[in-house]
């Protein structure tokens, strides 16, 4: 296939490993650009001519700049996903689709993904009210997940995709998922998967 776009990320953020998973789940060729936050390029004139927030993801589709993991996620999955295998077209299914995606830029926003960030990068939140909401979500996701292989339908979707990144690393927030079996098996299914790769697992303390 002819390589027509790019891929702008960091190897630790989870919200541009999402986009990766669909990507590769998709078999898209792309061109990826590691943006290295810790310079500050994501605050640069250029980077921000294509998202004003300053933030990775971001993709160059052939000239089409979209930002904002959900948005991308959801802009591949129309524009490449012919079988709408990602995206279901079912009213109901999309819906409940959209409904995890929401969850992403709430409860794993601030639960899981805030954890994380805190204890690695060390920014000024409290650990403790992030650790809660996690648990709080993790044990609705759990119990979810009991009579289902996904967290819709019968097959892998966006909603799996984009909720998989920061539930597996939440222990790098100290979130012990030992108590969530149903999540453990789901993870693992996820990692099965042919076209899965990992994200980066990193150490309390550490800007890498």
């Given at each position: 296939?002819?390589q027509?776009?790019?891929f702008?990320?960091?190897?630790?953020?989870?919200?541009?490993?999402?986009?990766?998973?669909?990507?590769?789940?998709?078999?898209?060729?792309?061109?990826?650009?590691?943006?290295?936050?810790?310079?500050?390029?994501?605050?640069t004139?250029?980077?921000?001519?294509?998202?004003?927030?300053?933030?990775?993801?971001?993709?160059?589709?052939?000239?089409?700049?979209?930002?904002?993991s959900?948005?991308?996620?959801?802009?591949?999955?129309?524009?490449?996903?012919?079988?709408r295998?990602?995206?279901p077209?079912?009213?109901?299914?999309h819906?409940?689709?959209?409904?995890?995606?929401a969850k992403?830029?709430?409860?794993?926003?601030?639960?899981?993904?805030?954890?994380?960030?805190?204890?690695?990068f060390?920014?000024?939140?409290?650990?403790?009210?992030?650790?809660?909401?996690?648990?709080?979500f993790?044990?609705?996701?759990?119990a979810?997940?009991?009579?289902?292989?996904?967290?819709?339908?019968?097959?892998?979707?966006?909603?799996?995709?984009?909720?998989?990144t920061?539930?597996a690393?939440?222990p790098?927030g100290?979130?012990?998922?030992?108590?969530y079996p149903?999540?453990l098996?789901?993870?693992?299914?996820?990692?099965?998967?042919?076209?899965?790769?990992?994200?980066p697992?990193?150490?309390?303390?550490?800007?890498a």
């Amino acid at each position: 296939m002819t390589q027509r776009l790019t891929f702008y990320t960091f190897p630790l953020s989870g919200n541009a490993h999402r986009v990766e998973l669909l990507l590769r789940a998709l078999d898209l060729s792309f061109n990826r650009i590691d943006v290295n936050l810790r310079d500050k390029e994501q605050k640069t004139a250029d980077f921000l001519a294509m998202n004003p927030f300053g933030q990775v993801p971001v993709i160059n589709d052939n000239g089409t700049i979209i930002w904002d993991s959900v948005a991308i996620m959801t802009y591949l999955a129309l524009t490449y996903d012919t079988a709408r295998t990602y995206l279901p077209q079912a009213p109901a299914q999309h819906a409940e689709v959209m409904t995890w995606l929401a969850k992403t830029s709430g409860p794993i926003a601030y639960g899981p993904a805030a954890a994380r960030r805190i204890n690695i990068f060390k920014t000024p939140q409290d650990i403790a009210i992030a650790q809660q909401v996690a648990h709080d979500f993790l044990n609705v996701a759990d119990a979810h997940l009991a009579p289902r292989d996904w967290l819709v339908g019968d097959s892998l979707t966006l909603a799996d995709l984009a909720c998989y990144t920061y539930i597996a690393h939440a222990p790098e927030g100290g979130i012990d998922l030992a108590a969530y079996p149903n999540i453990l098996a789901w993870l693992e299914r996820m990692e099965a998967q042919p076209f899965f790769v990992a994200m980066p697992k990193s150490k309390a303390g550490l800007w890498a």
